[in-house]
């Protein structure tokens, strides 16, 4: 995304009121009901009636193969896109009536690649949508300092490099401290680890899901590997052709018998059991 993209996206949020609708329910940070969403009459739907309660502080992982429909799902709450029918609601609000800007507000966004702006500094690009939010600059400062403490970055290391000078897991982290910066209460994460290497993914992984429940996060992340979703999430949501075919936490999806859930669940097993039969050779 460019610069000149992120200040559309961001533009009209200086000075305005938080929405009164905005406070969270007490059933669902989340609901999609009998959401349906057609790119092509002649294709299949992307997504088929999906019905789905997401409280909140849950960390929801979204799984399945290409083209199952898990990002147009994820798409739908940050009004990236629309439904063809059924309803989205966020925080109690429907999507579909929603202002974008002061939704997004609340919803931060981490996707694979990142897409820092490389003509600024850690600090600038961490710090921009709460300067497009008018956040005078003393507030930003030390939120930038904060948010590098909490992605196990020093400040005074860090703040005033360059991306081209950051690894590759550095950029990841300095990307999911841009999406935490101005306090929204919703994550959404698309493939955000794919990319990195098994040593830098695991910890950075694991050091998301610590700062998922130190923010009190609502989290919602698509990914194809189904071992992180085990090991991350309070929940996973399985999709095949634009269907939720399971859905529950990781113990329970173990005795789920559906063949595609137990192949999907099996896979990272077999590799598990072949890593142990090699520490045992």
């Known amino acids: 995304?460019?610069?000149e993209a992120w200040t559309c996206f961001i533009a009209g949020m200086q000075n305005k009121p938080a929405d009164a609708k905005g406070s969270a329910g007490p059933d669902a940070a989340i609901l999609f009901e009998k959401v349906t969403r057609r790119h092509a009459p002649a294709r299949p739907p992307a997504l088929d009636s999906i019905s789905l309660a997401i409280p909140p502080r849950q960390f929801v992982a979204i799984v399945g193969p290409s083209g199952s429909g898990k990002s147009t799902l994820l798409r739908m709450i940050n009004k990236l896109d629309s439904p063809d029918a059924g309803s989205v609601q966020v925080e109690n609000e429907?999507?579909?009536?929603?202002?974008?800007?002061?939704?997004?507000r609340r919803i931060g966004y981490?996707?694979?690649?990142?897409?820092l702006f490389p003509h600024m500094t850690v600090a600038e690009n961490i710090g921009i949508t709460p300067r497009l939010l008018g956040w005078?600059?003393?507030?930003?400062?030390?939120?930038?300092?904060?948010?590098?403490?909490?992605?196990?970055?020093?400040?005074?290391?860090?703040r005033q490099r360059?991306?081209?000078?950051?690894?590759?897991?550095?950029?990841q982290r300095i990307g999911v401290a841009r999406a935490v910066a101005a306090k929204p209460r919703i994550m959404l994460m698309d493939e955000p680890f794919g990319a990195l290497d098994p040593i830098t993914r695991d910890s950075l992984t694991?050091?998301?899901?610590?700062l998922h429940d130190s923010?009190?996060?609502?989290?919602?992340?698509?990914?194809?590997?189904?071992?992180?979703?085990?090991l991350l999430a309070d929940r996973i949501v399985v999709m095949r052709g634009g269907r939720i075919v399971a859905e529950g936490p990781p113990d329970k999806l173990m005795d789920n018998r559906d063949p595609f859930v137990s192949e999907m669940l099996e896979t990272p097993l077999r590799q598990a059991e072949r890593l142990?039969?090699?520490?045992?050779?």
């Open 162 to 171: 360059m991306p081209h000078q950051l690894s590759g897991g550095q950029r």
């Open 110 to 115: 981490v996707f694979q690649g990142v897409g």
């Open 215 to 230: 923010l009190a996060l609502t989290t919602i992340m698509v990914t194809h590997d189904m071992t992180e979703a085990l």
């Open 206 to 210: 694991q050091d998301y899901r610590s």
């Open 1 to 3: 995304m460019s610069f």
């Open 276 to 281: 142990q039969a090699l520490r045992q050779r």
């Open 94 to 104: 429907d999507v579909a009536q929603a202002d974008a800007v002061p939704l997004r």
């Open 136 to 158: 005078p600059m003393d507030r930003i400062n030390e939120r930038v300092d904060e948010l590098l403490d909490l992605v196990r970055l020093a400040p005074e290391i860090f």
